[in-house]
T-cell receptor, first 111, second 111 residues
């Protein structure tokens, strides 16, 4: 079955540093979505990418969708303490009917 | 507009018992999906319902079942509970295969 892998599992940065998380799918995706979950909370939608090679920016976040539509990345610049949480990618397979989540990257920030 | 609501918030059951979790989607959303999230992992897809029909099923045993009602609310039922069923159960509503709006979840503890 479809698998979505995310690295790194943990990311610890100093406030003001950048961080990047990577997502790889075992199958081609029709779209990829990114979510953020704060400690004790529920996943909150950040963005959706649909087109091959698509790049989207949202404040300090930059999202990319790979040319083969099997990988994606999230890059955050000048990380702030409010960015703390777990970032998940999730993909809809072209042939599937389920949204498959990665294991997430847990971000902690040292002020 | 109210977001996705779930009930109950917390639940404690013993092994072998049965549980019913409830979800009310955002008004206008016809798709409801259920996810299981074990601590430290990404949400695992259980079911998706669209217009009261099952559109997707994850790799969960037959002890898990769900249904969607004419008002688009949904129930998730789990029979013969096992210790490993302890998790946060998330419901998400959407217009289809796009942005998922998650509810706060039901924390199930099986003793």
């Amino acid at each position: 079955g479809q698998q979505v892998m995310q690295i790194p599992q943990y990311q610890h940065v100093q406030e003001g540093e950048d961080f990047t998380t990577y997502c790889n799918s075992s199958t081609t995706l029709s779209n990829i979505q990114w979510y953020k979950q704060r400690p004790g909370g529920h996943p909150v939608f950040l963005i959706q990418l649909v087109k091959s090679g698509e790049v989207k920016k949202q404040k300090r976040l930059t999202f990319q969708f790979g040319e083969a539509k099997k990988n994606s990345s999230l890059h955050n610049t000048a990380t702030q303490t409010t960015d703390v949480g777990t970032y998940f990618c999730a993909g809809w397979a072209t042939s599937g009917s389920r949204l498959t989540f990665g294991e997430g990257t847990q971000l902690t920030v040292n002020p | 507009d109210a977001g996705v609501t779930q009930s109950p918030t917390h639940l404690i059951k013993t092994r072998g018992q049965h549980v019913t979790l409830r979800c009310s989607p955002i008004s206008g959303h016809k798709s409801v999906s259920w996810y299981q999230q074990v601590l430290g992992q990404g949400p695992q897809f259980i079911f998706q319902y669209y217009e009261k029909e099952e559109r997707g099923r994850g790799n969960f045993p037959d002890r898990f079942s769900a249904r969607q009602f004419p008002n688009y609310s949904s129930e998730l039922n789990v029979n013969a509970l096992l210790l490993g069923d302890s998790a946060l159960y998330l419901c998400a509503s959407s217009f289809g295969w796009n942005e998922q709006f998650f509810g706060p979840g039901t924390r199930l503890t099986v003793l």
